[in-house]
């Protein structure tokens, strides 16, 4: 079974432009992580926000964690045509495990 | 540092047959994850190794579907017999991290199976 959800399914943006993935969960979570699949390829982690955090910033990418709402967004602002990937978010839910969601398809066009 | 490594990419077989898949972690890595992604979904676990210990493994299909990890590094991932519906991408993640929590995982190319 999948806990995390990611909304949309699918998202296409012209270069430049800024890319908003959400996810959303179901259980109590020890951190939430963001992960890029390019087609073909293995899982890249992006990054991790812990529980107690709300925001974390990594060079053009943006995470917020809510978790009364249980929810996740990822921003990529700028965005260029190597962003193009499958997008997931995967929850350590307590007990060891993470659990991934069923990405959002991103496509920048140049 | 080289990443983790899996073998083979692609393998095609047929129905019935045998397949076993070989993953090697990243140096120093104790924690050891086989993941099942089907096409358009994300990964799902199927078993999580601490050493040479299976901590986790109320996923995978014991009928046909058996792993092990010997001395605590390389691990195959082995199906006998395989069906139609074992045609997906077999992922082998590693982690430096054991014990409570779960950090970044660092994940191989793939194996891709299908199965005819």
């Known amino acids: 079974s999948q806990q995390g959800e990611e909304d949309p399914q699918a998202l296409s943006i012209q270069e430049g432009e800024n890319a908003t993935m959400n996810c959303s969960y179901k259980?109590?979570?020890?951190?939430l992580q963001w992960y890029r699949q390019n087609s073909g390829r293995g899982l890249v982690h992006l990054i991790l926000?812990?529980?107690?955090?709300r925001e974390k910033h990594s060079g053009r990418l943006r995470v917020t964690l809510d978790t009364s709402k249980k929810s996740s967004s990822l921003l990529i602002t700028a965005s260029r045509a190597a962003d193009t990937a499958s997008y997931f978010c995967?929850?350590?839910?307590?007990?060891?495990?993470?659990?991934f969601g069923a990405g959002t398809i991103l496509r920048v066009k140049s | 540092e080289a990443g983790v490594v899996q073998s083979p990419r692609y393998k095609i077989i047929e129905k019935k047959q045998p397949v076993a898949f070989w993953c090697n972690p990243i140096?120093?890595?104790?924690?050891l994850y086989w993941y099942l992604q089907n096409l358009g979904q994300g990964p799902e676990l199927l078993i999580r190794?601490?050493?040479?210990?299976?901590?986790?493994d109320s996923q995978l299909p014991k009928d046909r579907f058996s792993a092990e990890r010997l001395k605590g590094v390389d691990s195959t991932l082995k199906i006998q017999p395989a069906e139609l519906g074992d045609s997906a991408v077999y992922l082998c993640?590693?982690?430096?991290?054991?014990?409570?929590?779960?950090?970044?995982?660092?994940f191989g190319e793939g194996s891709r199976l299908t199965v005819l």
């Open positions: 993640a590693s982690s430096p991290m054991t014990g409570s929590g779960t950090g970044e995982l660092f």
């Open positions: 995967a929850t350590d839910v307590y007990g060891n495990k993470l659990v």
């Open positions: 190794y601490e050493n040479e210990e299976a901590v986790d």
């Open positions: 140096s120093g890595h104790n924690t």
């Open positions: 259980t109590s979570i020890n951190n």
């Open positions: 926000i812990r529980s107690n955090e």
